[in-house]
């Protein structure tokens, strides 16, 4: 068995792993409050799973504890992640019920730490965010989701606001004036703590919906977790296949550079 290198971290309407095979539970104690995943077995490779709002989706986007969740990944041994996420579109070629798989992103959340590097003995960071999403997993994510023929936008610009709340359309239409793409709430720092972590990150977001105002329709949670849940099965394939698609070893420079986290031990899991 492969030591555990590779997360998958669920966004709205993915609670559990699905497929792992002799899965438990492994809590993880960080310097930024506990997390706890679920680790389990595909193939000859380890794979710990996260569910980014709780299993029973009870964490809301503004009270993530983002930090603690990759610290935890980090001191588990994780080097790849690939999350999911649920978007609002604003870009007529990324219609609902297609995936995006992101290259870039616009941050308009503010309500939480974005880093580990808080000074002091933590030090001070700026670290490089040219390709934020990993490129070597987002090409395999690409090469199968064509492969299942799923439509889906290779690259897309993800905007990221605090929530809970949805946009107005007001906002909406300044972050198209911005060159946003699509919407949500919990993407970042998400990836922003994952390059830092020196992590690979790639995201997959479903479009559950046009943004606010596209069409007029009123924007509720319960179709997004619908659209979402219609499609779990297709996003579980996907990223299954992808996680067998990747190499043992990375390829990208996501890992370059990566600062030094002392204050993060390992723990066996
Ligand atoms: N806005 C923000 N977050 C979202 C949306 C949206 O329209 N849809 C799903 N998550």
């Given at each position: 068995?492969r ?64 930090r ?32 995006v ?13 974005r ?15 040219t ?65 830092e ?25 319960s ?47």
């Open positions: 068995m030591a555990l290198e590779l997360a998958i971290i669920g966004g709205t309407g993915v609670y559990d792993p699905g497929v792992l095979s002799d899965v438990r539970q492994v809590t993880v104690d960080t310097p930024y409050g506990t997390a706890s995943a679920l680790v389990g077995k595909r193939g000859d490779k380890e794979i710990a799973f996260m569910a980014r709002h709780g299993y029973r989706h009870t964490v809301p986007p503004h009270m993530i504890n983002h603690a969740n990759i610290a935890a990944l980090k001191m588990m041994g994780v080097k790849r992640v690939m999350a999911t996420c649920a978007v609002g579109s604003m870009n007529t070629a990324m219609p609902p019920g297609s995936f798989f992101m290259d870039q992103f616009i941050d308009f959340a503010k309500s939480e730490v880093t580990f590097f808080d000074g002091g003995d933590r030090g001070v960071v700026h670290v490089d965010y390709n934020p999403y990993c490129p070597e997993i987002r090409a395999a994510l690409v090469s199968n989701a064509r492969r299942m023929g799923i439509i889906a936008s290779d690259g897309g610009c993800y905007v990221c606001t605090d929530g809970p709340r949805f946009e107005t359309p007001a906002e909406i239409r300044m972050f198209q004036m911005l060159g946003g793409d699509i919407v949500g709430m919990t993407g970042v720092p998400e990836v922003v703590l994952a390059r972590a020196g992590m690979c990150y790639a995201s997959i977001a479903m479009v559950t919906n046009w943004a606010a105002g596209i069409t007029g329709e009123p924007l509720g949670h179709e997004v977790v619908e659209i979402m849940q219609a499609n779990g099965e297709r996003l579980r394939e996907l990223m299954m296949l992808t996680i067998d698609a990747l190499p043992d070893e990375r390829h990208c420079a996501c890992g370059h550079n990566a600062p030094d986290m002392p204050w993060l031990g390992r723990v066996d899991v």
